[in-house]
């Protein structure tokens, strides 16, 4: 840290000396090394070639093959919660991330908001005298912080990075991203006619932001977090590489774990005798039926044909973005900067269910709790990984990818929580290509990042102390494979899952994570494994070992306490979004947004899901008045007020489900006019969503109307918010191009009404104000 100035100052600069000491920024020790962290999504321990699995990975073959393989490292079992401790070195409950950012309901462990008691790794290096990156996915801005006008500290530049280049939110789309620079959002730089694949930017992003650090300051280590958009959903990929595993996965997701079984026993991942646990293992209403598994057997031929090519895509994704990460790592050994670069190279959570039974062409429909349609998804079989689809696998690949174990992602069993790691330093392990057995966890990163690069977590940041970090460093197996696991004890808990690693023994309960709801968590049967001799968790040992269970749920409850684990939430997804954040509702009901606005995120804008409301546009038209007077969501769940070829048309499309629904009427002669629709709700359908009519109206004119349906959910995960002049992203629909700026005429604003009014009334009131204009 800088000193105490040590110059002379006098009346006249010409007899003082200065003291440029003083000023000094705190530099890292010497040979201090640089850090990559490239942290992949929804990956499974065995979908990797590395692992034993199918997919080509030849960056982290390369790397594997050179540094150190890691079988029994863990995760949260979900992408915002594992993230968070990626960054802060604390429990995901610690961090208020029991959950992801947009479920965050309000209690200290739930709370989406990171306390600056636990200081993250980038402000702890930055300090030290590194320079601190984030390129890709965040997952860890507070959902009330997601705005344009919001508080800026959570971001990632209020967390000690020095750049940061990617999404906030925890998926987007590969194709058109909603894209973030430092602090505020941008247009993507280019579109996929032109080549542009998210991986791809971000790696170059990512090489620029590390040339820009060796010219201007060449002995400067840096620390990069490398985040891709891979493996989540949506799978897009280039054909090229989706064309490579044709055929790949012809025999299925249970021919699958046979088949790569042995093959991680043989490169020394899993111990001999390892066995398979069932592919649905769960009792009976313990678990959502939406993350059950169909028999491979009992599937159509087309079926099979389907789900394989969702496979094959989701190979073609990875694969192609392990290539991006290469460039990255070609970058640093041309540059000379390998050989000292501390690599980490993992996955947050197992494989992902989120793709239902039957995979789907729509991830958005899982989180709006609507079915997929097996003969809509064979009809996109063509699209899958281009910007037309936004799929997702089934749920048997999931378990496949996350073989042996049961389950997958949001679960507590292993098939959650068991994921790659793979640590590549040659200037500080000599071992190469050899695989580390000691049980770890994603807590124990920061602790080892810190030790490798010769920093201590200080107790105190900008006044506040510091919570211990509970994990264990790992560089003690850097050299030693044999060394005994320094960790004892791990808990586990997800959406009401929970789990308890202590000394090789595991206790599991037997409950399914949100959607479901279950609830009676005093109720649910803990399962008991021994994870040394049996690492799937196959066999049951709570009735041989009751003693055994009763120590570990009772440790489970301890650890609870001691990290604000407390109170366990499975809500269904409409209790939950009850609870969830969002923009308090004025007392009016109204909104009121205006031109050249930044996007709004979802859960700050008017909410127009489930209710009856009103939309309502004050234009000036003319001759030539063409595109988008507000839109939000994309052709996977949105709507979009626009104008083309001398029409006004609000189309409302329904989670991407065809056909469009639309009204329409042609476009108002010239002058300033009020248009926009309202919809009345009238009940609910099969699924939960909202029935009623829609009607379009310029001025006080209706003049069309159509029965229509509205999400239950959200529109988009995260991303594509609603915009006023423009469509931003992806489009709402493909009756217009990307972005269908407005031209031609004038918004003055749009106003939201989502209270009781009738439409006419509030007609009324702009026409007033029109008066008075």
């Not at 990875?318 to 070609?330: F, H, L, M, N």
């Not at 700050?604 to 839109?631: C, H, M, N, P, Y």
């Not at 001398?646 to 639309?662: A, D, K, M, W």
């Not at 002669?669 to 029935?691: D, I, P, Y």
């Amino acid at each position: 840290m800088p000193r105490d100035f040590q110059g002379k100052i006098e009346l006249d600069i010409r007899d003082s000396t200065p003291d440029w000491g003083a000023y000094e920024l705190t530099k890292a020790p010497k040979d201090a090394p640089n850090v990559l962290v490239v942290l992949y999504d929804d990956t499974g321990l065995a979908a990797w070639e590395p692992y034993g699995g199918r997919i080509k990975m030849p960056t982290l073959q390369r790397l594997a093959d050179n540094g150190l393989t890691y079988s029994q490292w863990h995760t949260t079992s979900l992408c915002s919660p594992t993230r968070s401790t990626f960054l802060t070195g604390r429990t995901h409950h610690q961090n208020g991330f029991a959950t992801i950012s947009e479920s965050a309901v309000g209690f200290p462990g739930y709370s989406g908001h990171i306390p600056k008691s636990n200081a993250s790794i980038a402000r702890i290096l930055r300090d030290a005298g590194w320079s601190t990156y984030w390129v890709g996915k965040n997952h860890n801005v507070p959902v009330n912080a997601l705005s344009s006008g919001s508080d800026r500290s959570e971001w990632p530049l209020g967390q000690g990075f020095d750049r940061f280049y990617g999404f906030i939110g925890g998926e987007t789309n590969q194709w058109y991203p909603d894209l973030a620079v430092d602090n505020h959002y941008i247009d993507q730089p280019y579109m996929p006619e032109d080549g542009y694949h998210l991986s791809k930017d971000l790696a170059d992003q990512a090489i620029r932001m590390l040339r820009d650090t060796k010219q201007s300051n060449p002995d400067k280590p840096w620390y990069l977090w490398f985040c891709p958009g891979a493996n989540h959903a949506p799978h897009h990929a280039p054909q090229e590489y989706i064309d490579k595993y044709k055929g790949v996965f012809d025999d299925g997701y249970e021919a699958y774990r046979e088949w790569v079984l042995p093959r991680m026993i043989e490169r020394g991942i899993l111990p001999e005798g390892t066995e398979l646990t069932e592919i649905n293992p769960m009792t009976e209403g313990t678990f959502s039926p939406g993350d059950a598994v169909r028999p491979w057997a009992e599937l159509s031929d087309e079926e099979k044909r389907l789900f394989s090519r969702m496979a094959e895509v989701f190979a073609g994704y990875s694969e192609y973005t392990d290539a991006q990460v290469g460039r990255v790592i070609d970058h640093l050994e041309k540059s000379g900067q390998l050989e000292n670069t501390l690599i980490i190279y993992a996955a947050d959570n197992g494989a992902s269910g989120e793709g239902s039974p039957s995979g789907s062409v729509n991830e958005n429909l899982f989180f709006n709790g609507y079915p997929d349609d097996v003969a809509h998804n064979l009809e996109m079989i063509d699209e899958l990984g281009g910007p037309e689809a936004y799929n997702h696998y089934p749920t048997g690949w999931a378990v496949a990818f996350s073989t042996p174990f049961r389950m997958f992602k949001r679960y507590s069993y292993a098939g959650g929580s068991a994921d790659p790691l793979i640590i590549h330093w040659p200037a500080g392990i000599a071992a190469k290509g050899e695989v580390r057995d000691q049980y770890h966890h994603c807590t124990d990163i920061v602790p080892t990042i810190l030790e490798a690069c010769g920093v201590t977590a200080p107790s105190v940041v900008d006044g506040v102390e510091q919570t211990p970090m509970p994990g264990v460093s790992m560089n003690y197996t850097f050299d030693s494979g044999d060394a005994p696991t320094k960790k004892e004890t791990q808990y586990y808990e997800l959406a009401g899952t929970r789990g308890i690693w202590h000394k090789g023994w595991k206790a599991v309960a037997e409950h399914g994570p949100i959607p479901i709801g279950l609830g009676n968590f005093d109720k649910d049967r803990w399962q008991l494994f021994h994870v040394d001799e049996d690492r799937s968790e196959a066999h049951d040992l709570a009735t041989e070992h009751p003693e055994k269970l009763e120590e570990l749920t009772a440790l489970w409850l301890e650890e609870a306490h001691k990290y604000g684990v407390l109170p366990l939430n499975d809500l269904s997804v409409p209790e939950l979004v009850k609870l969830e954040y969002h923009l308090p509702v004025p007392v009016d009901g109204r909104y009121i947004y205006y031109p050249g606005t930044t996007e709004v995120q979802e859960q700050l804008a008017a909410r127009t899901q489930q209710v009856s409301f009103k939309i309502l546009a004050d234009v000036d038209f003319t001759s030539d008045t063409e595109g988008v007077i507000v839109a939000q969501g994309s052709r996977f769940g949105g709507y979009s007020l626009y104008v083309k070829d001398g029409e006004l048309s609000f189309v409302y499309n329904f989670l991407g489900i065809p056909p469009e629904q639309r009204v329409t009427t042609g476009a108002p002669s010239e002058g300033r006019h009020v248009v926009g629709v309202g919809f009345e709700k009238k009940g609910h359908g099969e699924h939960g969503e909202a029935l009623g009519t829609l009607t379009l109206y310029v001025d006080d004119q209706a003049v069309d109307s159509a029965d229509i349906r509205t999400q239950l959910g959200r529109y988009a995960l995260t991303g594509e918010g609603l915009s006023v002049g423009y469509d931003s992203g992806d489009t709402v629909t493909i009756a217009y191009p990307n972005r269908f700026a407005f031209t031609g005429g004038e918004i003055h604003e749009v106003v939201y009404d989502v209270a009781d009014d009738h439409y006419i009334d509030i007609e009324r009131e702009f026409a007033a104000k029109l008066a008075s204009d």
